[in-house]
Nanobody
Framework: VQLVESGGGLVQAGGSLRLSCAAS????????MGWYRQAPGKQRDLVAR???????NYADSVKGRFTISRDDAKNTVYLQMNNLKPEDTAVYYC???????????WGQGTQVTVSS
């Protein structure tokens, strides 16, 4: 499984960004896809995830502001981020989880910077 992210950038507080993650390879083995983020000096944390069945879950800090969705025809997952805050600043990583192997796959990461 290969993941390619796009859509990061610099935005002012209150603004919006949309991240995209295109999957290729053995996509039929993917159980869930999601977004994680890592700020400098901090651990990588889950932001949002969507399963093959369409179930979603979000970090409490982004509920009501971020929305994860997918386009199966394009093998792409999106993260719509609204009302961004400076504390959302981080490198955002796309993740795919293959349950049968219990393996995680990661994209290269995309920087999101929110200025106050």
């Amino acid at each position: 499984v290969q993941l390619v992210e796009s859509g990061g950038g610099l935005v002012q507080a209150g603004g919006s960004l949309r991240l995209s993650c295109a999957a290729s390879g053995n996509i039929f083995s993917i159980y869930s896809m999601g977004w994680y983020r890592q700020a400098p000096g901090k651990q990588r944390d889950l932001v949002a995830r969507i399963t093959r069945g369409g179930n979603t879950n979000y970090a409490d800090s982004v509920k009501g502001r971020f929305t994860i969705s997918r386009d199966d025809a394009k093998n792409t997952v999106y993260l719509q981020m609204n009302n961004l805050k400076p504390e959302d600043t981080a490198v955002y990583y796309c993740n795919a989880f293959v349950m049968i192997k219990r393996e995680d796959y990661w994209g290269q990461g995309t920087q999101v910077t929110v200025s106050s």
